[in-house]
């Protein structure tokens, strides 16, 4: 056979084969994560020794970017099939009202009023007795990334700024510009905004003032007295409440971040410092190569789920 004509047939099953390979994805502080379908989520009922998957009923091509632990029930955006609920019954789908494919990014609830932020459009909410949604005013291209709550107030964390949810009309009233809201954490008695530029607090929702300027912050959580702060890059920052004063954790032993497989960003938070893995014990059920990004504790165990492949916001 012509040595030509050779090298031609073998590039050409070269390339073949080299274009079906899946596309990596990335992870938040940059790791390579191949296209799984092994499940959205996973339970432990001892404390992170051994998990099951938990998600008959849930669109396997999708994933969740937020969940939220209501009464005996989880709610779960997912980012493209609206929200989900799962209940004794397993996951059910709750999203009649919202657009078609809705990417869900956040939620969060008070006592009249369930509600989700989603991308490019809008805020919306349901009551306790409805399982239909309602948008709320004509936002209808805001790109909602981050719900906050302070004093019985719902704040909404958009690529522009904050806005304050008015209870009596449901209508929004921008109150800090020229941000975008990654996240918001609830202290003893401030809020707290994760942002393109930092961190911002505020002890009334109105008046917000800079906290940390040292980099665009990804992920913000208070855990007991101390607030934590994640940037893009997977660093972690730690700080008092009371005398705020931010120390990389890099510095400090023993840290306060891990990952849930090898495949998983990391996820930060010292109420989860004591799960069996992180001392060197077992994950029985997990996969190595999902990413799981939440844990919720819920009626039915520790809940693991992993995000969407569109990457949330």
């Not at 954490?185 to 942002?195: C, E, P, R």
């Not at 911002?200 to 003032?209: A, F, I, M, N």
């Not at 014990?281 to 995000?307: E, K, W």
């Amino acid at each position: 056979m012509n040595p030509l004509l050779t090298f031609f047939a073998w590039a050409t099953m070269f390339v073949l084969t080299a274009t079906s390979v899946p596309v990596a994805l990335h992870t938040s502080d940059g790791m390579a994560v191949a296209p799984v379908a092994q499940g959205n989520v996973y339970v432990s009922r001892d404390h992170g020794i051994s998990w099951t998957r938990k998600d008959a009923g849930l669109p396997e091509d999708d994933g969740i970017n937020a969940l939220l632990l209501q009464g005996s029930r989880v709610m779960a955006g997912t980012g493209s099939h609206g929200v989900w609920v799962m209940d004794g019954n397993g996951w059910s789908s709750q999203s009649m009202g919202l657009p078609p494919s809705a990417r869900v990014l956040s939620l969060a609830a008070n006592d009249r009023f369930v509600f989700a932020g989603l991308h490019k459009h809008g805020l919306y909410y349901t009551t306790g007795e409805s399982n239909t949604w309602h948008s709320v005013g004509r936002y209808y291209d805001m790109n909602v990334r981050a719900l906050g709550k302070l004093a019985g107030r719902v704040y909404v964390g958009t690529d522009n700024g904050i806005y304050l949810l008015n209870m009596t009309d449901l209508s929004l009233t921008m109150i800090q510009d020229d941000v975008q809201v990654n996240g918001f954490a609830s202290g003893s008695s401030h809020l707290y905004a994760a942002t393109n530029k930092g961190v911002l607090e505020s002890r009334d929702g109105k008046t917000w003032t800079t906290l940390f300027d040292r980099g665009a912050i990804q992920k913000i959580a208070m855990t007991g007295s101390e607030l934590r702060l994640m940037d893009f890059f997977g660093h972690v920052y730690r700080s008092p409440e009371a005398n705020p004063y931010f120390i990389s954790e890099d510095l400090l032993l023993p840290h306060i971040h891990f990952r849930l497989t090898p495949a998983s960003p990391r996820i930060m938070g010292g109420e989860w410092s004591d799960l069996s893995f992180i001392r060197g014990g077992t994950r029985l059920g997990l996969p190595d190569n999902v990413p799981l990004s939440i844990l919720l504790q819920t009626p039915f165990g520790l809940m693991a789920t992993r995000p969407p492949f569109n990457g949330g916001c």
